[in-house]
Each structure stands twice: as C-alpha cells, then as structure tokens.
C-alpha cells in the first residue's frame, strides 16, 4: 500500500498525531497553512468523496463529530474554523485518501 495516509495509520510512516480512535484517526499537516492546520482521515481507505458509499454514512458523521471534537479541544469551536474537503484533481486533492482539513486560529475575532 503506497498511500501515505494508510502508513501513518498503519504507524509505517510517522505523524504528529492529535487523536486516534478505532475508526478515525486526525494529526498536524506537515506544510501547515493556519496557526491550526489538522486532518481529519478516516482509518478506512477511501479514495475521496467521490468514493464514499451508503455502507459509508456512519463513518463520514464520525469524521464530523471528530472534527468539531478537535476543534473543541484546540480552543476553536466558539470562535470559528474552516473545513475543507478537496476532491480530485480538479479539487486539489493532493493524496488520494478522504481527508478533511480543519483550519484556525486562536487568535482571530
Ligand atoms: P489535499 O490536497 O489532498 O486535500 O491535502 C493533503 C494535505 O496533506 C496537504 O495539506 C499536505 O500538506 C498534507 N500532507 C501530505 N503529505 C503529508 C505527510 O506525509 N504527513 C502529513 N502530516 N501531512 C501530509
Ligand atoms: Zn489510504
């Protein structure tokens, strides 16, 4: 398996890694774009939105509640964030494994 993302699931590749459970796993983006740049990525490969299928519903709400977990964590969830899924190459999706990035930043108001 190439894809990054399943290594660092896989603990083949390394990740600053801010939360972990069973199903879904979210660590700091290396080439980080906000004072707060994490993704969200569910432990199943799944290519991108695109991919996603009924059987999926459960984990994409998993991913959410992650995100809005994280974003409570970090001290962001009252004043605001951004999420972003990109999709395909026309999206910008740079790896081919659903991801959500979660963006803030402490300080904005
Ligand atoms: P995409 O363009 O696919 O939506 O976003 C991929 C993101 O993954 C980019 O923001 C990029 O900086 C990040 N990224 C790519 N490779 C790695 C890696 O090996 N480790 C981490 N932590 N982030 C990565
Ligand atoms: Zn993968």
Same mark, same amino acid.
């Given at each position: 398996?190439?894809?990054?993302?399943?290594?660092?699931?896989?603990?083949?590749?390394?990740?600053?890694?801010?939360?972990?459970?069973? $199903?879904? *796993? @979210?660590?700091?983006?290396?080439?980080?774009?906000?004072?707060?740049? #994490? !993704? /969200?990525?569910?432990?199943?490969?799944?290519?991108?939105?695109?991919?996603?299928?009924?059987?999926?519903?459960?984990?994409?709400?998993?991913?959410?509640?992650?995100? $809005?977990? *994280? @974003?409570?964590?970090?001290?962001?969830?009252?004043?605001?964030?951004? #999420? !972003? /899924?990109?999709?395909?190459?026309?999206?910008?999706?740079?790896?081919?494994?659903?991801?959500?990035?979660?963006?803030?930043?402490?300080?904005?108001?």
């Amino acid at each position: 398996m190439e894809c990054i993302f399943c290594k660092i699931i896989n603990k083949e590749a390394s990740a600053d890694i801010v939360y972990e459970d069973d $199903k879904v *796993i @979210a660590f700091k983006d290396i080439k980080p774009k906000a004072p707060i740049h #994490l !993704l /969200i990525v569910p432990k199943k490969h799944i290519n991108s939105v695109n991919e996603i299928n009924s059987e999926d519903k459960d984990l994409v709400g998993e991913i959410f509640l992650v995100a $809005k977990k *994280i @974003a409570q964590d970090f001290g962001i969830k009252e004043i605001g964030y951004n #999420l !972003l /899924i990109n999709v395909g190459q026309g999206g910008g999706q740079e790896i081919p494994h659903l991801h959500i990035h979660l963006m803030g930043d402490k300080d904005k108001n």
